[in-house]
């Protein structure tokens, strides 16, 4: 077994019968040409690239980060280097027992279980939740945070102390500040929840009023969707994608999200009632299970391109970003509650491309909807619709 730390890092999976799975999941979904831009990238020095054309960065992350190059741009983007001090912090944190050591064994053995098979993928994942835990014992460990490790996990091929570092900088960076989500009362799930009801509001209306009369309150699915960053919502290869943009754009991306995917979405979900729609949102982490022909891959960047459409109000930002905020607004005013005076809130939508067959969102649902029998085969979903810009 490897060491704590990530010992042999240019080699497969130092876990043990995980590499041919991880082969699997992780498959290179970019084109030639895109590979080969982003090599270019890299050569350049993926941190001075990114700095130097935000512009074109963006826009080439939101068509997927090749695999192979994955993980050392979302260490480049949040900050991480080889002499980072939490590097070298972690095997001394990793091991002990600390406050949060019980929660976190209780966790770790039902956190991906399709994937964390083996005894030492679940040590690795305990040992990288206990050196945080440790690291900032304040928040220390909260469930979703084991999800976000193992994909983290997985996604470094289980370096163990890059992960740390990654993760230490996703939640306590003042960029991300994911320990909102997790630290006692949960103030910037709050907001999150808030935030995105206020966006559906205007954005997706139809589809809000439809819940609250079915009764399907945010929590049902927006509680997973945040506390797990999709992770345990949605299939893998999606994931990736949408985390490239979560890693490279910021955090309040998954509004733009979950108010794209909902809108994209809605003639199914109008037709369903409560049970359908609960059955309906458990279902999603499994598309594309058994349908050889559905590249749920190229769903994700297509989902990606929709959130271009999607504008976060400023007044909007600054709110997710004022901790002194009401954090029980939600609790007080109830889970539909919108303001009177909230004027902004909404999104961006072009009608035109939004709506017509064949474009961006038709093609979307006809991967998303409810029921294999309503998605077309991939030959005429991958219809090229123009060309890209790079």
């Known amino acids: 077994a490897k060491s704590p730390g990530g010992s042999g890092r240019d080699a497969v999976s130092p876990i043990q019968g995980l590499g041919a799975v991880r082969q699997d999941l992780f498959a290179e979904q970019v084109t030639p040409r895109e590979l080969g831009k ?26 997927g980060v090749p695999q192979r190059y994955r993980w050392q741009v979302w260490m480049a983007k949040v900050g991480v280097l080889n002499t980072d001090v939490l590097l070298k912090k972690y095997a001394k944190i990793c091991g002990p027992v600390n406050g949060s ?24 994942l305990h040992r990288v939740l206990n050196a945080y835990a440790a690291h900032n014992p304040q928040v220390g460990y909260c469930q979703g945070m084991n999800f976000v490790a193992a994909f983290l996990l997985l996604v470094s091929n289980f370096r163990e102390d890059e992960c740390f570092a990654v993760l230490c900088r996703l939640m306590d960076s003042p960029e991300f500040g994911l320990t909102g989500f997790y630290r006692d009362s949960l103030p910037l799930l709050w907001r999150y929840l808030q935030a995105c009801d206020e966006l559906l509001a205007n954005a997706a209306p139809d589809v809000r009023d439809h819940f609250i009369k079915e ?18 919502s949605l299939p893998m290869p999606m994931v990736l994608i949408i ?12 509004l733009r999200i979950v108010v794209s995917m909902l809108e994209v979405l809605k003639v199914s ?29 190229r769903v994700g960047q297509l989902l ?67 029921g294999s029998s309503r998605r077309r085969s991939s030959a005429s979903l991958l219809a090229d619709t123009g060309p890209s810009r790079t």
């Open 215 to 232: 009764s399907v309150q945010p929590g049902v699915y927006l509680h997973q969707w945040f506390l797990t960053l999709f992770i345990n």
């Open 304 to 370: 990606m391109r929709q959130t271009e459409r999607v504008s976060i109000p400023e007044q909007t930002m600054q709110y997710l970003a004022n901790e002194e905020v009401q954090e029980h607004m939600w609790e007080v005013n109830g889970p539909h509650a919108v303001s009177d005076d909230s004027q902004g809130f909404g999104s961006n939508f072009n009608s035109s491309p939004w709506i017509r067959p064949g474009g961006l969102r038709h093609r979307i649902v006809c991967w998303l909807s409810f």
């Open 101 to 124: 050591t019980k929660a976190i064994d209780t966790d770790v053995c039902r956190t991906l279980p399709d994937l964390f098979t083996s005894k030492e993928s679940k040590q690795a």
């Open 269 to 297: 979900l109008l037709n369903m009632h409560f049970e359908d729609i609960i059955k309906f949102f458990k279902s999603m982490k499994t598309f594309g299970d058994g349908e050889g022909n559905l590249n749920v891959a």
């Open 38 to 63: 982003w090599g270019e990238m890299m050569d350049m020095g993926i941190a001075e690239y990114m700095q130097t054309y935000p512009e074109r960065f963006r826009r080439r992350v939101r068509r």
């Open 243 to 254: 985390w490239d943009g979560i890693i490279c754009e910021g955090l309040p991306v998954i």
